[in-house]
C-alpha cells in the first residue's frame, strides 16, 4: 500500500543550514499540497503544486523557503537558512484530480527541529 | 485569525459512552467541512465529512453535524471506544478566492477514551 512517502522523518539542523524535504505522492497523483503544523497549533496550507507547476504559493513565507515538483521525482520543500521558528512538522499530501485537497491523503509528516 | 476553532483541548470520555466534539467556523465561503484523527508522529487520516447543503452525515460510530446558521459543526462517537484516543481536528474547505482546495484546520482536540 503506497501512500504518501515523506523523508525523513526526523530532520535536525542547525541555524542558518538549508532543509530539504521530501514528498513521494500516491502512486499516479500529480498534485501535491504541503502543509506546516507548528507546536501546539493546527496544520497550515503552505502551498499547492502540479508536476512542474507551482498553482498557489500563497501561505509560504516569502523569504527562504521554496518549493517544486519536478517531472520526475519527488516534490521538495527546501528552507534555506533555517531558524527556530522554522521548527515545526511539516505534512505533504496529494490527489488524483486537480484541486481536490479535500480528498488528498497525507504523508506522516517530517518533523524539523532547528537547534 | 482563526477561521477554525476547536475550543476545548482535551476531552476525557468513558468507553461505551459518547464523545462530542465541537468545531466554529468564521467564513460564510466555506462549504465543505471534514474531520481528520491524528494519532502521534503520524500523519491525519480523513475520517468524515459534510457539505454545506447537508445538516448530518453518517458513517457507521461516527456522525458529523452541521448547522450553518449558527456555522457550528460537531463530531458524534458513539459508542467510544479506547482506539479511538487521538487528536481530532476540524478542517474546513470552500470558494474562499476562488481556493476551493485549501484546507483550513483548527488546532485539534485530544481525545481520551478510558477504559
Known amino acids: 500500500n503506497a501512500g504518501v512517502m515523506q523523508n525523513p522523518r526526523h530532520l535536525v539542523r542547525r541555524r542558518g543550514q538549508e532543509a530539504r524535504l521530501r514528498c513521494s505522492p500516491v502512486?499516479?497523483?500529480?498534485?501535491v499540497y504541503w502543509y506546516r503544523q507548528l507546536p501546539e497549533e493546527g496544520l497550515k496550507f503552505m502551498v499547492y503544486?502540479?508536476?512542474?507547476?507551482?498553482?498557489?504559493e500563497s501561505g509560504m513565507p516569502k523569504e527562504r523557503f521554496s518549493a517544486e515538483f519536478p517531472k520526475e521525482g519527488p516534490s521538495i520543500l527546501r528552507i534555506q537558512q533555517v531558524v527556530r521558528g522554522d521548527s515545526a512538522a511539516y505534512f505533504c499530501?496529494?490527489?488524483?484530480?486537480?484541486?481536490?485537497?479535500?480528498?488528498?491523503?497525507f504523508g506522516q509528516g517530517t518533523r524539523l527541529t532547528v537547534v | 485569525d482563526q477561521q477554525v476553532k476547536q475550543n476545548s483541548p482535551s476531552l476525557s470520555v468513558q468507553e461505551g459512552r459518547i464523545s462530542i466534539l465541537n468545531c466554529d467556523y468564521t467564513?460564510?465561503?466555506?462549504?465543505?467541512f471534514l474531520w481528520y484523527k491524528k494519532y502521534p508522529a503520524e500523519g491525519p487520516t480523513f475520517l468524515i465529512s459534510?457539505?454545506?447543503?447537508?445538516d448530518k452525515n453518517e458513517d457507521g460510530r461516527f456522525t458529523v453535524f452541521l448547522n450553518k446558521s449558527a456555522k457550528h459543526l460537531s463530531l458524534h462517537i458513539v459508542p467510544s471506544q479506547p482506539g479511538d484516543s487521538a487528536v481530532y481536528f476540524c478542517?474546513?474547505?470552500?470558494?474562499?478566492?476562488?481556493?476551493?482546495?485549501?484546507?483550513?484546520f483548527g488546532k485539534g482536540t485530544l481525545l481520551t477514551v478510558n477504559p
Open positions: 499530501a496529494s490527489s488524483f484530480q486537480p484541486g481536490q485537497g479535500t480528498k488528498a491523503f
Open positions: 459534510i457539505s454545506s447543503i447537508k
Open positions: 502512486k499516479g497523483h500529480s498534485h
Open positions: 467564513n460564510s465561503m466555506f462549504d465543505y
Open positions: 478542517a474546513a474547505s470552500g470558494n474562499s478566492g476562488g481556493s476551493n482546495y485549501k484546507l483550513t
Open positions: 503544486l502540479q508536476k512542474e507547476n507551482i498553482i498557489d
